[in-house]
């Protein structure tokens, strides 16, 4: 028998989770560190509520030590300056690293934020390695431009790294979200400082010695692990830091901005959640095929997305028919082990959360929308956090659960007669992240997809995906966009250079 070969069942990975030497230190100029003042925090296991590491909790004395590192980095030219095949060559290895330590990455991702193993071998890993590479690729192949000028001048537009780039990055997907960013900021020569939620921190943390041995000089990658309302704020704050990444609640993504116009008026991109519609009519070409996409696409990742599609907006003819279907797979997902490779709904990240996701679902009876299927915690002798798929029916645009982003596996379901009042709920909420259409009518779902203020909107499918697109939102979505070449508009600066040619 192969020890390094991937388990195949719930014993093989908590064997292979006992065995686990966890790094929990910070990762600054190169070596892991402790926090300069010693703090730690208890990092918790959603699984069971067990400890599994006491993690560095790092302040702005290190958020200043991984700026200083940063910057000394970016100034010196050891990576900002390096020819593009040499970052492509470093970027490359960091994914092919990615992909040689998947069992340990995806074990990490599971332990610390509950999500079934087999998603986190054939999602989220796969995913985060495939970024990293597609932005190492794209490095020389991103051409600058000449302006059209007369004969007499040449005017040159170049794109250059905009310096220090720090993220901020959520629990719910730790190394997706941040590849997202780390890809074309390193791509495009910046030094970066990754600041985990401090709920999953340890694939990131890991991730640092991957990103060294991959060849990234000393200062160009630093992870912060830490609590946001610390580390969080003061890299916010720092007047050397160049650029803020974030994702997160539209809440934190508002003190960005405010942060940002308090200290040196950084660019700040935000990725804020969203309410998503998933509109099916009734003349959808597969209606058991929409019901069956519209149940995965909340309750996939415990509804912890923010693309999740939270609302189900249904045209009343087959409202019933929808319904049931949806239903019936939520009773096919009841949560189990995160270890176990079975399992398709994990652990809620941690109980702060599931309290939160539980009172919303309380909020939900309480205005009077109609429970069909689960609304309690389970699994409780596990000493893990754990909640049913939960469905609403009868739900109305004002009740809290229609308009609120709750971040676990609720769905909320709105009747409406035609597709016109379907847009208009759709649009009814702060958000626009995503939104999508069920209709064989090709005309009438692009003029839906036209008057969905959203700023990703699937017809007849859900949550397709692929990084080539970008990735984004309308409205307190946030502003600008992950993914695609159009992700390195917020990692760079355009400077036009004019050569006067008249003399």
């Given at each position: ?17 006992a065995a686990?030497?966890?790094?929990a ?8 560190v ?11 296991s ?17 958020v ?13 030219g ?6 593009p095949?040499e ?14 330590h998947r069992?340990e ?7 610390d ?11 989220d890993i ?10 190492a690729?794209?490095i ?8 059209p ?13 905009i ?23 390193l ?5 970066f ?12 943390i890991?991730l640092a010695a ?17 609590y ?15 650029c803020?990444?974030?994702t ?35 003349d ?12 995965m696409s909340?309750?996939?990742?415990q ?13 009343d003819?087959v409202?019933d ?5 949806v239903?019936?797979?939520?009773r ?9 490779p079975?399992t398709?709904?994990?652990a809620?990240?941690?109980?702060v959360?599931m309290?939160?996701?539980l ?15 689960g ?6 002798d ?8 939960t469905?609403?029916a009868?739900v109305?645009?004002?009740?809290k659960i ?19 009042e379907a847009v ?13 259409v ?20 699937y017809?007849?499918c ?12 309308f409205?307190?979505?946030?502003t ?8 390195f508009?917020?990692y ?7 050569v006067?040619?008249?003399?």
């Amino acid at each position: 028998m192969n020890d390094n070969a991937t388990p195949t069942t719930t014993a093989g990975w908590r064997a292979r989770a006992a065995a686990l030497a966890i790094e929990a230190q910070a990762f600054i100029d190169g070596r892991y560190v402790a926090a300069a003042s010693g703090a730690t925090f208890d990092d918790v296991s959603p699984i069971d509520g067990r400890v599994i590491a006491r993690v560095a909790s790092t302040d702005r004395a290190d958020v200043d030590r991984a700026v200083a590192a940063a910057r000394r980095a970016f100034e010196s030219g050891v990576w900002s300056r390096q020819p593009p095949r040499e970052r492509k060559r470093v970027l490359q290895r960091f994914a092919e690293l990615i992909l040689a330590h998947r069992d340990e990455l995806a074990l990490l991702e599971t332990l610390d934020m509950g999500k079934p193993i087999g998603d986190s071998l054939a999602v989220d890993i796969p995913a985060t390695a495939r970024c990293i590479a597609w932005y190492a690729e794209a490095i020389d192949k991103v051409y600058d431009e000449v302006a059209p000028t007369g004969p007499d001048a040449l005017a040159l537009i170049t794109r250059e790294p905009i310096g220090v780039v720090a993220a901020i990055v959520p629990w719910n997907f730790p190394l997706i979200m941040a590849a997202w960013k780390i890809g074309p900021a390193l791509a495009a020569g910046n030094s970066f400082i990754l600041k985990p939620s401090e709920k999953s921190p340890l694939s990131a943390i890991r991730l640092a010695a991957l990103a060294a041995e991959a060849g990234l000089p000393d200062g160009v990658f630093n992870v912060l692990p830490g609590y946001g309302q610390t580390a969080g704020q003061a890299l916010a704050l720092h007047m050397d830091v160049d650029c803020i990444g974030f994702t997160g609640s539209t809440r934190t993504g508002k003190l960005m901005l405010q942060y940002s116009g308090q200290s040196n008026m950084k660019r700040v991109w935000l990725e804020c959640g969203g309410k998503s519609p998933n509109i099916i009519l009734a003349d959808c070409p597969d209606l058991d095929r929409a019901a069956a996409t519209a149940a995965m696409s909340i309750f996939f990742n415990q509804g912890e997305m923010c693309t999740a599609a939270s609302r189900l907006v249904v045209e009343d003819k087959v409202r019933d028919r929808v319904l049931e279907k949806v239903v019936e797979v939520s009773r096919q997902m009841p949560p189990g082990d995160p270890l176990d490779p079975a399992t398709r709904l994990g652990a809620i990240v941690d109980d702060v959360q599931m309290k939160t996701v539980l009172g919303y679902i309380d909020a939900g009876r309480s205005e009077g929308a109609a429970l069909v299927a689960g609304g309690a915690r389970t699994r409780e002798d596990t000493g893990g956090y754990y909640v049913e798929p939960t469905v609403f029916a009868d739900v109305r645009q004002e009740m809290k659960i229609a308009r609120e982003e709750i971040f676990g596996p609720v769905l909320a379901t709105i009747t409406v007669k035609d597709a016109e009042e379907a847009v208009r709920v759709g649009n009814g909420v702060d958000y626009g992240l995503a939104a999508a259409v069920w209709t064989r009518d090709i005309t009438k779902a692009h003029r839906i997809a036209r008057a969905l203020r959203a700023g990703m909107v699937y017809v007849n499918c859900y949550d397709a995906d692929d990084i080539t697109v970008p990735f984004g939102g309308f409205k307190q979505s946030g502003t600008g966009r992950d993914k695609s070449l159009h992700a390195f508009d917020k990692y760079t600066e355009l400077k036009t250079t004019w050569v006067d040619l008249s003399q």
